[in-house]
């Protein structure tokens, strides 16, 4: 049961500060205008207008965990542009491998020497001894269901309900008896033909499905990030690996978002043996690239299977994209993950992460409020409920979509960009103890207003 909000009072709220925050970009509302003429919606991203139900603002320029908009305004950033920026705007280092490697060449559709860096630095932290490249994490999480079909010989994936895999059909769905049907518009009828989704951290309806030896690959996050948090029970991943190993199923531990949360991400941190490890958001460089990581048996296939194009007599596996490892992308990458993407430097996020988690909790204490910060690396967030969720269908049912909403709109407008619907507020490497603080005394002004 949520805590009875005062729905009147909220609208109130919402209508108030939504004027003011309007009444703040002028620039941005012209610009938008202008948009309007070129671009849908007036954004070149869709997604960019669907994520906020308030006008876009245009961005200007970044510094540490600070951004600006066109009219001036300064947000310090606690969404981390959805975990693609967790170094901060402008760091130095990445700045520097950037701008050398731009000058040299950004793309040659040829191997960088840096390609090698980086598969060396994730094999060292993960653990997954061969690397392959794309441009997004959904390029990564599409490839890899293609080899995990290619060496299992099966069709069907099985996926956790709650679950974000990216952009593309197959994942875009939702359950539909043992098969899943499209959750957006525009995708292929028959994207969840193949496609099963069965309750996170419900190890008895997963070994149903494996039972029926037809599973291709499980899908998973280590944690479910995108309805709110949902932290795996005791177990669960010994379940989920015995019991694919047992039916012979890959498993795809997919780390877009949980990779910035540890130090080689929950894979090392909760000791997981994934087929493949899908990763992306350039690693929270700002810098576009997505990674899989696979293992020697799997990268045998992948290598035995190379598509030779036009003339060769036997098909190979449909993997890769221009731009996919380009030499910039893994320049910049390569520099956030020697000098900011360090043991130390997670160990520093998740002291800050904790310092977030336990202000939200006195802040709700002080409110007497019903609810419990959340906690997982330099993420937080709350559970508007006293004991955190299991599953998706639990999680939906505390957000608030309308609190939320009105809750980023007020953060906005004291410098502060709160997190997207979905997600929480997160410590990266470039916030200060005292920028941690500011978002907690925001908060708590926020509860001030609702409670
Ligand atoms: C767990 C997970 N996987 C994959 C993706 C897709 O990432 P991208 O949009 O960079 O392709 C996301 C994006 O939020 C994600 O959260």
Known sequence: MLFELDRARLARLRRREDKAFHARIPK??????????VMPNGVPMSWMLGLHRHAPVFASKGDKAWFTDVDGNRYLDM????????TGFGHPAITRAVARQAARGAQFLLPAEDSIVVSELLRARTGMPYWQFTLSASGANMEAFRIARLATGRRRIVMFDGKYHGHFDEVLVKRSGRSARPSLLGTSPASGRDVTIVPFNDADALAAELKRGDVACVIAEPALTNVNLVLPDPGFHDALRKLTRKHGSLLVIDEAHTMQMAYGGLTRLYGLEPDILTTGKGFGS???????????????????SLDLG?????????TGGTTYASALSLAGVRAALEKV???TGYLRCARLGSRLADGIDRAIAAHDLPWK???????????MTPVHPRNAAEAASTIDVEL?????????????WDAIATAGPQAGFAHTPGDIDHYVAVFSAFLDEIV
Not at 79 to 86: C, F
């Open 28 to 37: 941005s509302l012209k610009l938008w205008q202008k948009a309007k003429g």
């Open 79 to 86: 969404n981390l542009s959805d975990l693609s920026a967790t």
């Open 286 to 304: 700002g810098v576009p690239l997505g990674a899989y990581g696979l293992t020697a048996k799997l990268a045998r296939i992948a290598a035995d």
């Open 310 to 318: 036009p003339g060769s007599t036997a098909p190979g596996i449909a």
């Open 341 to 343: 993407l360090t043991e």
């Open 373 to 383: 910060a959340q906690r997982l690396g330099g993420r937080s967030g709350i559970s």
């Open 404 to 416: 939320i909403d009105t809750r980023r709109v007020f953060m906005a407008n004291r410098g502060v």
